[in-house]
Protein backbone atom coordinates (compact mmCIF):
# COMPACT_ATOMS: atom_id res chain seq x y z
CA UNK A 1 0.00 0.00 0.00
CA UNK A 2 1.40 2.78 -1.27
CA UNK A 3 0.41 6.28 -1.70
CA UNK A 4 0.18 8.21 -5.01
CA UNK A 5 3.40 10.73 -4.24
CA UNK A 6 5.96 7.70 -3.76
CA UNK A 7 4.41 6.03 -6.98
CA UNK A 8 4.78 9.20 -8.64
CA UNK A 9 8.46 10.16 -7.27
CA UNK A 10 11.46 9.24 -8.59
CA UNK A 11 14.11 7.21 -5.76
CA UNK A 12 16.00 9.46 -3.76
CA UNK A 13 19.15 8.38 -5.77
CA UNK A 14 22.75 7.74 -5.65
CA UNK A 15 23.67 4.77 -3.55
CA UNK A 16 25.65 6.15 -0.27
CA UNK A 17 28.35 3.60 1.34
CA UNK A 18 27.78 3.36 5.12
CA UNK A 19 30.59 5.51 6.95
CA UNK A 20 32.67 4.40 9.48
CA UNK A 21 32.39 7.40 11.80
CA UNK A 22 30.73 10.58 11.70
CA UNK A 23 29.77 13.44 14.26
CA UNK A 24 26.58 13.27 14.02
CA UNK A 25 23.80 10.40 13.24
CA UNK A 26 20.72 10.91 12.33
CA UNK A 27 18.50 7.97 12.75
CA UNK A 28 15.21 8.13 10.43
CA UNK A 29 15.49 10.09 6.69
CA UNK A 30 11.63 11.69 6.89
CA UNK A 31 11.42 15.44 6.23
CA UNK A 32 12.82 15.68 10.06
CA UNK A 33 15.84 13.50 9.32
CA UNK A 34 16.88 15.20 6.26
CA UNK A 35 16.18 18.87 7.01
CA UNK A 36 18.78 18.16 10.12
CA UNK A 37 21.01 16.76 7.59
CA UNK A 38 21.10 19.21 4.95
CA UNK A 39 21.33 22.20 8.06
CA UNK A 40 24.14 20.32 9.70
CA UNK A 41 25.87 19.30 6.54
CA UNK A 42 25.93 23.32 5.50
CA UNK A 43 27.19 24.34 8.70
CA UNK A 44 30.00 21.91 8.28
CA UNK A 45 29.01 18.96 10.25
CA UNK A 46 29.92 15.60 9.15
CA UNK A 47 26.80 13.92 9.24
CA UNK A 48 25.23 10.51 8.34
CA UNK A 49 21.39 10.18 7.99
CA UNK A 50 20.51 6.08 8.43
CA UNK A 51 17.38 5.24 6.95
CA UNK A 52 15.35 1.66 7.52
CA UNK A 53 13.96 2.18 3.84
CA UNK A 54 13.77 5.11 1.33
CA UNK A 55 14.23 8.44 2.08
CA UNK A 56 10.44 9.94 2.33
CA UNK A 57 8.84 6.37 2.68
CA UNK A 58 6.72 7.00 5.80
CA UNK A 59 4.76 9.64 7.17
CA UNK A 60 6.50 12.38 5.30
CA UNK A 61 5.80 10.32 1.90
CA UNK A 62 1.80 9.48 3.18
CA UNK A 63 0.84 12.70 4.15
CA UNK A 64 -1.81 15.42 2.45
CA UNK A 65 0.88 17.82 1.40
CA UNK A 66 -0.46 21.05 2.96
CA UNK A 67 1.87 23.51 4.52
CA UNK A 68 -0.37 24.90 7.51
CA UNK A 69 -0.49 27.95 9.95
CA UNK A 70 -1.53 27.12 13.48
CA UNK A 71 -1.46 23.55 14.72
CA UNK A 72 -4.62 23.17 12.22
CA UNK A 73 -6.64 24.27 15.20
CA UNK A 74 -8.70 27.31 14.76
CA UNK A 75 -6.17 30.24 15.81
CA UNK A 76 -8.24 31.51 19.20
CA UNK A 77 -8.48 28.16 20.06
CA UNK A 78 -4.69 28.26 20.24
CA UNK A 79 -4.64 30.93 22.37
CA UNK A 80 -7.25 29.27 24.66
CA UNK A 81 -5.20 26.29 25.03
CA UNK A 82 -1.42 27.78 25.02
CA UNK A 83 -2.27 31.71 25.63
CA UNK A 84 -1.65 34.76 23.69
CA UNK A 85 2.03 35.22 23.97
CA UNK A 86 3.21 31.25 23.43
CA UNK A 87 0.08 31.36 20.04
CA UNK A 88 2.16 34.48 18.81
CA UNK A 89 4.92 32.52 19.07
CA UNK A 90 3.80 29.40 17.57
CA UNK A 91 2.33 31.18 14.67
CA UNK A 92 5.54 32.98 14.45
CA UNK A 93 7.50 29.76 14.16
CA UNK A 94 5.04 28.01 11.42
CA UNK A 95 5.55 31.30 9.23
CA UNK A 96 8.87 31.48 9.88
CA UNK A 97 9.09 27.34 8.82
CA UNK A 98 6.99 28.07 5.39
CA UNK A 99 9.44 31.08 4.74
CA UNK A 100 12.32 29.28 4.94
CA UNK A 101 11.18 26.00 3.09
CA UNK A 102 9.62 28.05 0.35
CA UNK A 103 13.75 29.68 0.04
CA UNK A 104 15.29 26.37 0.34
CA UNK A 105 12.53 24.58 -2.61
CA UNK A 106 13.79 28.47 -4.93
CA UNK A 107 17.40 27.86 -3.87
CA UNK A 108 17.57 23.90 -4.63
CA UNK A 109 14.89 23.70 -7.59
CA UNK A 110 13.14 21.37 -6.08
CA UNK A 111 10.23 20.78 -8.29
CA UNK A 112 7.53 19.36 -5.81
CA UNK A 113 4.61 21.09 -7.40
CA UNK A 114 4.27 24.18 -4.69
CA UNK A 115 0.85 25.99 -4.37
CA UNK A 116 0.78 29.45 -2.69
CA UNK A 117 -2.67 30.34 -2.98
CA UNK A 118 -3.46 29.98 0.51
CA UNK A 119 -5.52 27.84 2.89
CA UNK A 120 -9.33 27.07 3.18
CA UNK A 121 -10.72 26.23 6.82
CA UNK A 122 -14.49 25.36 6.16
CA UNK A 123 -17.08 25.39 8.99
CA UNK A 124 -18.65 22.43 8.82
CA UNK A 125 -21.31 23.41 11.24
CA UNK A 126 -23.04 26.94 12.43
CA UNK A 127 -20.86 26.74 15.45
CA UNK A 128 -17.86 26.19 13.59
CA UNK A 129 -18.56 29.38 11.89
CA UNK A 130 -19.06 31.28 14.77
CA UNK A 131 -15.54 29.90 15.44
CA UNK A 132 -13.81 30.87 12.74
CA UNK A 133 -15.18 34.27 12.70
CA UNK A 134 -13.45 34.46 16.55
CA UNK A 135 -10.44 33.46 15.16
CA UNK A 136 -10.37 36.22 12.27
CA UNK A 137 -11.17 38.67 15.21
CA UNK A 138 -7.60 37.47 16.81
CA UNK A 139 -6.01 37.50 13.16
CA UNK A 140 -7.13 40.34 12.02
CA UNK A 141 -5.79 42.39 15.93
CA UNK A 142 -2.21 40.68 15.37
CA UNK A 143 -2.23 41.82 11.75
CA UNK A 144 -2.27 38.22 9.92
CA UNK A 145 -3.26 38.34 6.44
CA UNK A 146 -6.44 36.35 6.42
CA UNK A 147 -10.20 36.90 4.66
CA UNK A 148 -13.02 35.25 6.18
CA UNK A 149 -15.81 34.51 3.86
CA UNK A 150 -19.54 34.05 4.61
CA UNK A 151 -21.14 30.94 2.92
CA UNK A 152 -22.66 33.10 0.14
CA UNK A 153 -19.16 33.90 -1.00
CA UNK A 154 -18.59 30.06 -1.11
CA UNK A 155 -19.52 29.56 -4.80
CA UNK A 156 -16.78 31.74 -6.03
CA UNK A 157 -14.17 30.36 -4.00
CA UNK A 158 -14.80 26.57 -4.39
CA UNK A 159 -17.39 26.27 -6.63
CA UNK A 160 -17.98 22.46 -6.59
CA UNK A 161 -18.33 22.66 -2.73
CA UNK A 162 -22.03 21.94 -0.70
CA UNK A 163 -23.14 22.62 2.75
CA UNK A 164 -20.59 24.70 4.14
CA UNK A 165 -21.25 27.56 6.58
CA UNK A 166 -18.64 29.59 5.48
CA UNK A 167 -14.91 29.99 5.29
CA UNK A 168 -11.40 31.50 6.38
CA UNK A 169 -8.65 31.91 4.09
CA UNK A 170 -5.55 31.96 5.45
CA UNK A 171 -3.09 33.78 2.74
CA UNK A 172 0.52 32.05 4.51
CA UNK A 173 -0.82 28.13 3.59
CA UNK A 174 0.33 26.48 0.70
CA UNK A 175 0.05 22.77 -1.04
CA UNK A 176 2.80 20.59 -2.26
CA UNK A 177 4.24 16.91 -3.68
CA UNK A 178 6.09 15.91 0.01
CA UNK A 179 7.70 13.03 -1.61
CA UNK A 180 9.42 15.50 -4.25
CA UNK A 181 9.79 17.56 -1.94
CA UNK A 182 11.99 15.78 0.76
CA UNK A 183 13.76 14.36 -1.56
CA UNK A 184 14.71 17.40 -3.43
CA UNK A 185 15.69 18.17 0.36
CA UNK A 186 17.83 15.22 0.25
CA UNK A 187 19.84 15.61 -2.75
CA UNK A 188 20.47 19.19 -1.57
CA UNK A 189 21.73 17.89 2.17
CA UNK A 190 23.96 15.20 0.10
CA UNK A 191 25.46 17.85 -2.08
CA UNK A 192 25.64 19.65 0.80
CA UNK A 193 28.09 16.19 1.99
CA UNK A 194 25.46 14.73 3.78
CA UNK A 195 25.81 10.55 3.66
CA UNK A 196 22.53 9.43 3.16
CA UNK A 197 22.31 6.04 3.84
CA UNK A 198 19.15 4.04 2.64
CA UNK A 199 18.22 0.74 3.47
CA UNK A 200 20.03 0.97 6.83
CA UNK A 201 17.91 -0.43 9.58
CA UNK A 202 19.11 1.25 13.40
CA UNK A 203 18.80 -1.69 16.07
CA UNK A 204 20.84 -0.13 18.92
CA UNK A 205 22.88 2.73 20.29
CA UNK A 206 25.11 2.26 22.44
CA UNK A 207 28.15 3.97 24.06
CA UNK A 208 28.04 7.56 25.80
CA UNK A 209 28.09 11.23 24.40
CA UNK A 210 31.54 11.74 22.37
CA UNK A 211 31.58 7.85 21.14
CA UNK A 212 28.48 6.25 20.19
CA UNK A 213 28.17 3.16 18.44
CA UNK A 214 25.15 3.08 15.91
CA UNK A 215 24.62 -0.89 15.72
CA UNK A 216 22.20 -1.75 12.30
CA UNK A 217 20.33 -4.72 12.32
CA UNK A 218 22.68 -6.56 9.47
CA UNK A 219 25.66 -6.09 11.25
CA UNK A 220 26.95 -3.12 10.27
CA UNK A 221 27.52 0.10 12.93
CA UNK A 222 28.80 3.83 12.38
CA UNK A 223 30.87 6.04 15.59
CA UNK A 224 29.07 8.96 15.71
CA UNK A 225 29.68 11.79 18.28
CA UNK A 226 25.85 12.56 18.58
CA UNK A 227 22.98 11.08 18.25
CA UNK A 228 19.46 12.40 16.71
CA UNK A 229 16.11 10.75 17.08
CA UNK A 230 14.29 11.47 13.82
CA UNK A 231 12.45 8.35 13.37
CA UNK A 232 8.81 9.42 14.97
CA UNK A 233 7.37 6.84 17.32
CA UNK A 234 8.34 4.20 14.89
CA UNK A 235 11.57 3.08 16.60
CA UNK A 236 10.80 4.14 20.14
CA UNK A 237 13.28 1.63 21.51
CA UNK A 238 16.36 3.18 20.06
CA UNK A 239 16.33 5.52 23.36
CA UNK A 240 18.39 3.98 25.78
CA UNK A 241 16.61 5.76 28.46
CA UNK A 242 13.06 4.57 26.81
CA UNK A 243 12.05 8.63 27.46
CA UNK A 244 10.97 9.03 24.25
CA UNK A 245 8.88 5.63 24.30
CA UNK A 246 7.09 7.26 27.28
CA UNK A 247 6.75 10.81 25.91
CA UNK A 248 5.64 10.07 22.41
CA UNK A 249 2.24 8.10 21.35
CA UNK A 250 1.63 6.76 18.14
CA UNK A 251 -1.68 7.32 15.86
CA UNK A 252 -2.74 6.83 12.30
CA UNK A 253 -3.93 9.06 9.35
CA UNK A 254 -6.02 7.93 6.24
CA UNK A 255 -5.93 8.92 2.67
CA UNK A 256 -7.77 8.19 -0.24
CA UNK A 257 -7.34 9.59 -3.93
CA UNK A 258 -9.01 9.95 -7.37
CA UNK A 259 -7.46 9.09 -10.59
CA UNK A 260 -7.14 11.85 -12.72
CA UNK A 261 -10.70 13.48 -12.83
CA UNK A 262 -12.33 14.69 -15.80
CA UNK A 263 -11.28 18.37 -16.85
CA UNK A 264 -14.98 19.68 -16.65
CA UNK A 265 -15.14 18.23 -12.61
CA UNK A 266 -11.39 18.59 -11.71
CA UNK A 267 -11.14 22.44 -13.35
CA UNK A 268 -13.79 24.02 -10.95
CA UNK A 269 -11.71 22.82 -7.43
CA UNK A 270 -8.72 25.58 -6.78
CA UNK A 271 -5.37 24.63 -5.87
CA UNK A 272 -5.42 25.85 -1.70
CA UNK A 273 -5.18 23.74 1.06
CA UNK A 274 -8.16 22.68 2.12
CA UNK A 275 -10.19 21.42 5.26
CA UNK A 276 -13.21 21.07 7.62
CA UNK A 277 -14.17 19.98 10.74
CA UNK A 278 -11.19 21.88 12.64
CA UNK A 279 -8.96 20.37 10.28
CA UNK A 280 -10.01 16.53 11.27
CA UNK A 281 -11.08 16.64 7.40
CA UNK A 282 -8.86 17.65 4.80
CA UNK A 283 -8.61 17.39 1.23
CA UNK A 284 -6.55 19.37 -1.91
CA UNK A 285 -6.23 18.59 -5.63
CA UNK A 286 -3.02 17.44 -7.29
CA UNK A 287 -2.38 17.13 -10.86
CA UNK A 288 -6.61 16.78 -11.74
CA UNK A 289 -6.68 14.58 -8.53
CA UNK A 290 -9.14 14.76 -5.43
CA UNK A 291 -7.16 13.69 -2.61
CA UNK A 292 -8.73 13.24 0.69
CA UNK A 293 -7.93 12.21 4.57
CA UNK A 294 -9.61 12.78 7.86
CA UNK A 295 -11.82 10.79 9.87
CA UNK A 296 -10.24 9.02 12.41
CA UNK A 297 -12.62 11.03 14.95
CA UNK A 298 -15.23 8.65 13.05
CA UNK A 299 -13.81 5.26 14.52
CA UNK A 300 -12.76 6.30 17.96
CA UNK A 301 -9.55 4.79 19.33
CA UNK A 302 -9.04 2.58 16.78
CA UNK A 303 -6.18 4.21 15.00
CA UNK A 304 -4.15 5.04 18.18
CA UNK A 305 -1.15 3.09 19.38
CA UNK A 306 -0.85 1.88 15.82
CA UNK A 307 2.54 1.31 13.99
CA UNK A 308 1.44 -0.46 10.74
CA UNK A 309 1.07 1.42 7.68
CA UNK A 310 0.50 -1.37 5.11
CA UNK A 311 -3.07 -1.55 6.02
CA UNK A 312 -5.91 0.59 5.81
CA UNK A 313 -9.55 0.71 7.71
CA UNK A 314 -12.08 0.52 5.53
CA UNK A 315 -14.97 1.91 7.75
CA UNK A 316 -12.46 5.09 7.02
CA UNK A 317 -12.75 5.15 3.48
CA UNK A 318 -16.72 4.44 3.59
CA UNK A 319 -16.99 7.73 6.12
CA UNK A 320 -14.49 9.99 3.25
CA UNK A 321 -16.39 8.28 0.66
CA UNK A 322 -19.78 9.72 2.62
CA UNK A 323 -17.95 13.08 3.06
CA UNK A 324 -17.21 13.20 -0.82
CA UNK A 325 -20.75 12.83 -1.64
CA UNK A 326 -22.02 14.85 1.30
CA UNK A 327 -20.15 18.10 0.28
CA UNK A 328 -18.89 17.42 -3.30
CA UNK A 329 -21.77 15.90 -5.50
CA UNK A 330 -19.96 16.09 -8.56
CA UNK A 331 -17.37 13.74 -7.10
CA UNK A 332 -20.27 11.72 -5.63
CA UNK A 333 -19.65 8.34 -8.58
CA UNK A 334 -16.17 8.95 -8.63
CA UNK A 335 -14.12 6.40 -7.65
CA UNK A 336 -11.45 6.57 -4.64
CA UNK A 337 -8.77 3.75 -6.07
CA UNK A 338 -6.16 5.24 -4.25
CA UNK A 339 -6.05 4.15 -0.40
CA UNK A 340 -2.98 4.33 1.94
CA UNK A 341 -2.45 5.35 5.70
CA UNK A 342 0.54 6.73 7.57
CA UNK A 343 1.95 7.01 11.52
CA UNK A 344 2.17 10.12 13.08
CA UNK A 345 3.81 11.23 16.75
CA UNK A 346 1.77 12.85 19.15
CA UNK A 347 2.51 14.64 22.72
CA UNK A 348 0.60 14.81 25.50
CA UNK A 349 1.12 19.11 25.29
CA UNK A 350 0.20 18.74 20.91
CA UNK A 351 3.76 20.28 20.24
CA UNK A 352 6.83 18.59 18.93
CA UNK A 353 10.22 17.32 20.36
CA UNK A 354 13.13 19.85 19.65
CA UNK A 355 16.14 19.12 21.54
CA UNK A 356 18.21 16.93 23.92
CA UNK A 357 16.74 14.11 25.69
CA UNK A 358 16.77 14.88 29.54
CA UNK A 359 17.61 11.38 30.17
CA UNK A 360 19.81 10.35 27.63
CA UNK A 361 23.64 13.09 27.88
CA UNK A 362 24.48 13.03 23.67
CA UNK A 363 20.76 12.15 22.32
CA UNK A 364 18.31 14.45 20.91
CA UNK A 365 15.44 14.53 19.31
CA UNK A 366 13.47 16.32 16.37
CA UNK A 367 10.03 14.27 16.17
CA UNK A 368 6.23 14.20 17.68
CA UNK A 369 4.78 17.30 15.01
CA UNK A 370 1.63 16.11 16.06
CA UNK A 371 0.12 15.40 12.58
CA UNK A 372 1.89 18.45 11.34
CA UNK A 373 5.45 18.43 10.12
CA UNK A 374 5.93 19.60 7.19
CA UNK A 375 4.60 22.77 9.18
CA UNK A 376 7.46 22.76 11.66
CA UNK A 377 10.18 20.16 10.60
CA UNK A 378 12.27 22.67 8.24
CA UNK A 379 12.76 25.05 10.59
CA UNK A 380 13.17 22.89 12.97
CA UNK A 381 16.11 21.30 11.67
CA UNK A 382 17.96 24.35 11.17
CA UNK A 383 17.23 25.38 14.83
CA UNK A 384 18.33 21.99 16.59
CA UNK A 385 21.24 21.95 13.70
CA UNK A 386 22.01 25.37 15.15
CA UNK A 387 22.33 23.88 18.80
CA UNK A 388 24.19 21.24 17.88
CA UNK A 389 27.00 23.21 15.90
CA UNK A 390 27.13 26.47 17.58
CA UNK A 391 25.53 25.34 21.23
CA UNK A 392 22.52 27.81 20.95
CA UNK A 393 19.23 28.81 18.33
CA UNK A 394 17.91 32.14 18.94
CA UNK A 395 14.35 31.72 16.78
CA UNK A 396 12.40 32.52 20.48
CA UNK A 397 9.61 29.94 20.02
CA UNK A 398 11.94 27.35 20.90
CA UNK A 399 11.58 26.95 24.27
CA UNK A 400 7.92 25.78 23.58
CA UNK A 401 9.46 22.72 22.06
CA UNK A 402 12.06 21.81 24.44
CA UNK A 403 11.46 17.75 25.10
CA UNK A 404 11.97 18.29 29.09
CA UNK A 405 9.31 20.67 29.65
CA UNK A 406 7.29 16.80 29.90
CA UNK A 407 8.91 15.91 32.51
CA UNK A 408 6.70 18.11 35.27
C1 LIG B 1 -2.36 10.77 6.47
C2 LIG B 1 -1.45 11.86 6.91
C3 LIG B 1 -1.70 13.18 6.54
C4 LIG B 1 -0.84 14.19 6.96
N1 LIG B 1 -1.02 15.45 6.45
C5 LIG B 1 -0.15 16.42 6.80
C6 LIG B 1 -0.24 17.71 6.21
O1 LIG B 1 -1.05 17.95 5.32
N2 LIG B 1 0.61 18.69 6.66
C7 LIG B 1 1.57 18.44 7.61
O2 LIG B 1 2.30 19.36 8.01
N3 LIG B 1 1.71 17.19 8.13
C8 LIG B 1 0.90 16.20 7.73
N4 LIG B 1 1.05 14.95 8.25
C9 LIG B 1 2.11 14.72 9.24
C10 LIG B 1 3.49 14.62 8.61
O3 LIG B 1 3.46 13.72 7.54
C11 LIG B 1 4.46 14.15 9.68
O4 LIG B 1 4.37 14.99 10.82
C12 LIG B 1 5.90 14.18 9.18
O5 LIG B 1 6.02 13.55 7.93
C13 LIG B 1 6.79 13.48 10.20
O6 LIG B 1 8.08 13.44 9.67
P1 LIG B 1 9.19 12.61 10.42
O7 LIG B 1 10.43 12.78 9.64
O8 LIG B 1 9.16 12.94 11.86
O9 LIG B 1 8.66 11.08 10.37
P2 LIG B 1 8.65 10.03 9.16
O10 LIG B 1 8.41 10.65 7.88
O11 LIG B 1 7.75 8.91 9.60
O12 LIG B 1 10.14 9.52 9.13
C14 LIG B 1 10.67 8.62 10.07
C15 LIG B 1 11.67 7.75 9.31
O13 LIG B 1 12.36 6.92 10.24
C16 LIG B 1 12.64 5.69 9.58
N5 LIG B 1 12.90 4.67 10.60
C17 LIG B 1 12.04 4.13 11.49
N6 LIG B 1 12.68 3.21 12.25
C18 LIG B 1 13.97 3.21 11.83
C19 LIG B 1 15.12 2.48 12.23
N7 LIG B 1 15.08 1.56 13.21
N8 LIG B 1 16.29 2.71 11.58
C20 LIG B 1 16.35 3.63 10.58
N9 LIG B 1 15.29 4.34 10.16
C21 LIG B 1 14.11 4.13 10.78
C22 LIG B 1 11.35 5.43 8.79
O14 LIG B 1 11.57 4.50 7.73
C23 LIG B 1 10.99 6.81 8.31
O15 LIG B 1 11.46 7.11 7.01
C24 LIG B 1 0.24 13.90 7.82
C25 LIG B 1 0.50 12.58 8.18
C26 LIG B 1 -0.31 11.57 7.72
C27 LIG B 1 0.02 10.15 8.08
Not at 115 to 125: D, W
Not at 226 to 239: F, G, I, N, Y
Not at 245 to 263: C, H, K, N, S, Y
Request: overall charge negative; proline content about 6%.
Amino acid sequence: MTSLWLADTAPFGPECPLPSQVDVAILGGGIAGISTALHLARAGAQVAVLEQGQVACRASGRNDGQLLLGLGEHYHRIHGQFGAEKARLLWSFLRDNHDALRSEIERSRIPCDLAQRGGLRLAETSHEWLELQQAAALLAAEGHAHTLLPASELPRWLPPARGFHGALHLHGEAIVQPVAMVRGLARAAAAAGAQIVEGASVATVHGEAGDFAVQLADGRAVRAALVVHCTSTLARELDPSRWLARAVFPFRGQVIATDVLPETIAKPFPDFAMSSNFCYEYFRMHRGRFVIGGMRWSVPGEEQGILADDTDNPAITENLLGYVREHFPSLADTAFPHVWTGIMAGTPDGLPLVGALPEAPGHHALCAFNGYGLSFAFLAGRCLAEQLVGGRSDHPALPLFVPRRLLG
